[in-house]
């Protein structure tokens, strides 16, 4: 469990009776975020990324963005559409496959 938010109400509500003694046990962090809703949210995750390094949302996080600094260096080790990555997979030359889990190809061998 990490703890967001400005000022000091995140160490309030810690402090306070209201806040379960079972959740404290659980809080791994409390960080400083400057923003509300789901900047703020996208903040903390980013500010408390050690304590989450192990959540799979982290993780994909880490994974797309190394794909888009490959596009961006212009590396040529990506490749994107059905068939170019068929292609690739047909070479053997792929080190990491992204598959949306809503694809609707399917491939009879």
């Known amino acids: 469990l990490i703890l967001a938010g400005s000022a000091d ?8 009776d209201i806040f379960d003694p079972r959740l404290a046990k659980a809080v791994l962090r409390t ?3 400057s923003y509300g ?3 703020g949210f996208n ?9 989450l390094s ?5 993780q994909e996080k880490r994974l797309l963005q190394r794909y888009f600094d490959e596009i961006s260096q212009d590396t040529g080790k990506y490749c994107f559409m059905v068939q170019d990555t068929l292609h690739a997979l047909e ?13 609707a190809v399917n491939r009879l061998v």
């Open 43 to 51: 903040q903390a995750i980013e500010l408390a990324n050690e304590c």
């Open 31 to 33: 960080v400083d975020v």
């Open 37 to 39: 809703m789901e900047p």
């Open 9 to 16: 109400f995140k160490e309030v509500l810690f402090n306070s």
């Open 54 to 58: 192990n959540v799979k949302l982290v």
């Open 91 to 103: 070479m053997s030359s792929v080190d990491t496959l992204i598959v949306w889990e809503n694809l």
